[in-house]
Structures are given as structure tokens and as C-alpha cells.
């Protein structure tokens, strides 16, 4: 069953893809001793787990391409977890949006210019084989905030935090309940 979207959504999802598309072409200054340099796109593909949170809970990742004509991207990670999102669109004007910004800024390590990729978990599924119960222990994964760095070595790094919150349908205010931050290194 197709679902309708609002003429507000579609434009909103315009503009974002368009937003997206045209810092695509930003130059990144070089980085500073031991900082990482943060890039404008997170590529789909496969990335192994690089912190113990990564390596015990989620595993390595695979970020598949959104389909065809859809903003959904599906997440596959090694220890039989996977996450269906698509981009969340915040408005920088709300107040609580700001705080949850804030909050991802931190917990990911970007500075103040830099704007974490936020999503809206719309599926979390999760095998009963895997060790923690979900990226979010046994909480539903309501949010992930995603990062993507080139670190002084030149590798390219993802960092995600994920954020639990109130049951569907309940709004989500102020800052979210923090679940964990994974990183991962793109496999070459």
C-alpha cells in the first residue's frame, strides 16, 4: 500500500536533496593536527566497526542506496541488526530542534559549523541473536544522528549516535535520551 505524502513533505524533501546536492562541491580545508576533517556525504557501502560499542552491539555496516524514487536508507549491521530511516526535517528555528542539534553536535564530536545528518528510525528489527537487544539496548531506536570525517590518516569515518524517546505518537521534546555513539572506518 502506497503511502500519500503532503505537498508541505515533498517540498521540504526538495529542498533538503537540493541543500544536499549543492554542498556537495564545499571545499574541505585540511585538518588540523589529530582532528579529523568532516566531508558533506556519508557514501553507502560497507564499513567495519571501529570503537567497542561498534564492535559488541552493532557489528560491521552496510548502508544500502536509498531505492528507487525513495528517501528510505536501510542500515545492516553485522550482529543482526537493521534499521530502516529516512532524513528527518528539522526546523532550526524550533527550539527543542536546536537543543537535539546541540546535543548531536557533542555526542559526535562536530563543531559548531557542522550539521549532523538526523533520522527518523521508522523500522528497527532486531535478531534474537543479537548480544545488547538493538542499538539502543532493549529501547526503541527512535532517532540516529550521522557524521561522516576523513581522519588525519585520510580514512573516512562515520560516527552515529542513537537516541531512544517516547512511544510512537508521543512528541519528542528537548533533548533525546542518548542510547550510544558507534564508528566505523569505510573498508577500501
Known sequence: MRQRRSPAAIVAAALLCG????????????????????????????????????????GNLHVAPPEAGSDIVSLAFGQGIT??????????????????????????????????????????????????????GGLRTRMLAVVGMVDPEGRRLLRLAAFHGPPPGQPMAGELPACFTYDFVQDR
Open 19 to 58: 541543500l544536499a546536492a549543492a554542498s556537495c562541491d564545499r571545499n574541505v580545508a585540511p585538518p588540523a593536527p589529530n582532528e579529523p576533517t568532516f566531508v558533506d556525504r556519508i557514501p553507502a557501502g560497507r564499513w567495519r566497526a571501529a570503537n567497542d560499542q561498534a564492535r559488541t552491539i552493532a
Open 83 to 136: 534499521v530502516r530511516a529516512r532524513p528527518a526535517t528539522l526546523p532550526a528555528e524550533d527550539a527543542d530542534v536546536r537543543t537535539r542539534l546541540d546535543q548531536a553536535r557533542k555526542l559526535l564530536g562536530a563543531g559548531p559549523a557542522d550539521f549532523p545528518t538526523h533520522f527518523t528510525v521508522i523500522q528497527e528489527t532486531v535478531a534474537m541473536s543479537a548480544p545488547q537487544g538493538g542499538l539502543c
